[in-house]
């Protein structure tokens, strides 16, 4: 065979199956945002499916408005999310540079501990949590919830972040001390700036972990006034009935503030993965 057509055939074999990756991402996302169009009725119709709406509606974005304090639900999950991104990002920083760049007793068992809560199952810890949290006062407020975010989303930035250190060459900070920089001002001044989408990534990653998280919001939230998005539509499944409509328009709507963040960091995050992916 060719090498021409043996070329064409494995590009072609890429692009199909890029093809196929991408339908099965965008597909649910457009059927979520053209079900929140939909009446009630054609929703439910089983016998009937449609692939675009027969009359466009906002009967479900009212309806959602009316059932909930949206904004409220919204003001929730962003400060618990941009605290968590931030917080996390600063200690993976702070951590991620430790790992990197000393060597202290436990060193290799701390990164494996860091690794193996990984596989743990965040739902484990929820209940010893919960009673911990109940008796410090934090049930039912943005700190509770904040510190669980928190903890089990640093161990991974924490190593990402790791990662992002060894890939910038230690030569850098010592030119940097013998010009007259101290440690730390040879972090902020040349390390940092190097490892600018890293940073972006782990931000964006602890960000989403936060936002979209539901078990814990509904396990240590328990009044209206204090839901994140996520806890809030999840009251709209009921036993007996789902209301399919609003549902998909509270989602629509909570898919907007991360699709313009992915969409102003996307060059950052791509590269700052990729990056950490390579250790110079």
């Known amino acids: 065979m060719n090498w021409k057509i043996r070329r064409a055939l494995g ?31 054609e929703i439910i119709n ?10 466009f509606t906002s009967e479900n974005y009212i309806a959602l408005f009316k059932l909930f304090s949206y904004g409220g639900l919204l003001k929730n999950s ?32 701390m990164l494996v501990f860091f ?12 209940i010893p949590l919960y009673v911990i949290l109940s008796r410090m006062g934090l049930i039912n407020t943005h ?20 990662s992002f250190f060894e890939r910038i060459p230690y030569t850098l900070e010592e030119a940097a001390r013998v010009d007259g920089c101290t440690r730390l001002q040879s972090l902020w001044r040349i390390v940092l700036p190097s490892m600018f989408p890293g940073i972006v990534a ?21 009044t209206p006034e204090m839901w994140t998005i996520p806890v809030g539509l999840k009251t709209l499944i009921g ?10 328009a509270g989602a629509t709507l909570a898919l907007i503030p991360t699709a313009v963040m ?15 992916a390579v250790k110079e």
């Open 202 to 222: 782990v931000f964006v990653f602890a960000f989403i972990g936060a936002w979209n998280e539901l078990i814990a919001g509904t396990i240590l939230i328990n």
């Open 78 to 109: 962003i400060i618990v999310s941009v605290s968590t991104g931030i917080c996390v990002t600063l200690l993976s920083i702070l951590g991620g540079y430790s790992f990197a760049r000393y060597k202290f007793h436990g060193k290799e068992s």
């Open 11 to 41: 590009n072609g074999g890429r692009f199909i199956i890029l093809a196929l990756f991408l339908l099965g991402v965008l597909l649910p996302m457009y059927w979520m945002i053209i079900t929140s169009l939909k009446t009630n009725p």
């Open 262 to 276: 992915f969409a102003g960091m996307q060059k950052f995050v791509v590269e700052g993965l990729t990056a950490g």
């Open 143 to 162: 700190m509770g919830l904040f510190i669980y975010y928190l903890i089990s989303n640093l161990p991974f930035c924490v190593i990402t972040m790791r």
């Open 46 to 55: 089983a016998q009937r499916l449609t692939y675009w709406p027969e009359t």
């Open 239 to 248: 036993k007996y009935n789902v209301q399919w409509g609003v549902l998909m």
């Open 115 to 126: 690794m193996v809560t990984q596989m743990i199952p965040g739902i484990l810890v929820i």
